[in-house]
């Protein structure tokens, strides 16, 4: 069974750096892309970006790009959102996505991640 | 940067049909997607390939494709079916994914 787990809440101050993470399992971590997308309080999705963890091979939303970094540990099964400088805007639940194995369109979901960003 | 548009809101009565559409210019080259979201959960994937239904999706859910619009039908609603729907596909490079805006159905 594909399962994608995700870390627990975080409440951080702006400015301060922050990882998140999801530790995929049920499947060939290293063969399938791994996502983010986010979702501010009472607001729709927005897609953060991708990884391949095969190769690193890394895309993001424009409206993301220099503001998050995605990264995964092959060793660990585990992909990461990272920020270095958090802002009260990125305040959102963070989902954890996965294409279905045999098509595009995320079929698996993370529980989520709250993030919130406050003085 | 690419955007996908959906009406904020679709009203319907039990046991109607919903329709709830997407447009954007890049649709008839992508394929599109369709989640629904009910509070405090994980979207759902309903829809994959603009018409294809995913794995546990009752048959009264189905996606068609016509230009720049694609359109989810419910059939038969029922109160179950009051969520938050959206629409994904990604730009003519088919690089970065957009999701639309979303489109709150409520069964009256």
């Known amino acids: 069974e594909v399962q994608l787990v995700q870390s627990g809440a975080e409440v951080k101050k702006p400015g301060e750096s922050l990882n998140i993470s999801c530790k995929g399992s049920g499947y060939s971590f290293t063969t399938n892309w791994i996502g983010w997308v986010r979702q501010t309080p009472g607001k729709g999705l927005e897609w953060v970006g991708i990884?391949?963890?095969?190769?690193?091979?890394?895309r993001y939303s424009p409206s993301f790009e220099g503001q998050v970094t995605i990264s995964a540990d092959k060793s660990i099964t585990t992909a990461y959102l990272h920020w270095s400088s958090l802002k009260a805007s990125d305040t959102a639940m963070y989902y954890c996505?996965?294409?279905?194995?045999?098509?595009?369109?995320?079929?698996?979901w993370g529980q989520g991640t709250l993030v919130t960003v406050s003085s | 940067s690419y955007e996908l548009t959906q009406p904020p809101s679709v009203s319907v009565s039990p046991g109607q049909t919903a329709r709830i559409t997407c447009s954007g210019d890049?649709?008839?080259?992508?394929?599109s997607y369709w989640y629904h979201q009910k509070p405090g959960q994980a979207p759902v994937l309903l829809i994959y390939k603009d018409s294809e239904r995913s794995s546990g999706i009752p048959e009264r859910f189905s996606g068609s494709s016509s230009g720049t619009t694609v359109t989810l039908t419910i059939s038969g609603v029922q109160a179950e079916d009051e969520a938050d729907y959206y629409c994904?596909?990604?730009?003519?490079?088919?690089?970065?994914?957009?999701f639309g805006g979303g489109t709150k159905l409520t069964v009256l």
């Open positions: 994904q596909s990604t730009d003519n490079s088919g690089t970065y994914w957009v």
């Open positions: 890049a649709l008839p080259k992508q394929y």
């Open positions: 996505v996965r294409r279905h194995d045999t098509y595009w369109g995320f079929a698996y």
């Open positions: 990884i391949y963890p095969g190769d690193s091979d890394t």
